[in-house]
């Protein structure tokens, strides 16, 4: 049984910075990748950012430059840090881990950014 969980969500100001953070039950070395995905309201579910277990990473779109993905296997641990937040930032916020084929997701953290 694989379990996700996610901390370090709020309120933050356009502007700010928050620094989420996925902690697995066990080792994460398992996973092939690792990432983050987001549903902003009434939006469908969308890639944020995902890191392979060799570290090669990749972004959506809309967040490149600002947001960085990076773990620490041994706290078996996934972050995304996300500078320059928006307003269009707003979402719940999921873990993901794939060890194929299957993936397994987190229980979400709201961010909302708004002044």
């Known amino acids: 049984q694989v379990q996700l969980t996610e901390s370090g969500g709020g309120l933050v100001q356009p502007g700010g910075s928050l620094r989420l953070s996925c902690a697995a039950s066990?080792?994460?070395?398992?996973?092939?990748?690792m990432g983050w995905y987001r549903q902003p309201p009434g939006k469908q579910r969308e890639l944020v950012a995902r890191?392979?277990?060799?570290?090669?990473?990749n972004y959506g779109d809309s967040v490149k430059g600002r947001f960085t993905v990076s773990r620490d296997n041994a706290k078996n641990t996934v972050y995304l840090q996300m500078n320059s937040l928006k307003p269009e930032d707003t979402a719940a916020y999921y873990c993901?881990?794939?060890?194929?084929?299957?993936?397994?997701w987190g229980q979400g953290t709201q961010v909302t950014v708004s002044s």
């Open positions: 993901t881990a794939t060890s194929w084929p299957d993936t397994y």
């Open positions: 066990g080792s994460i070395f398992r996973f092939s990748a």
């Open positions: 890191i392979t277990s060799g570290g090669s990473t």
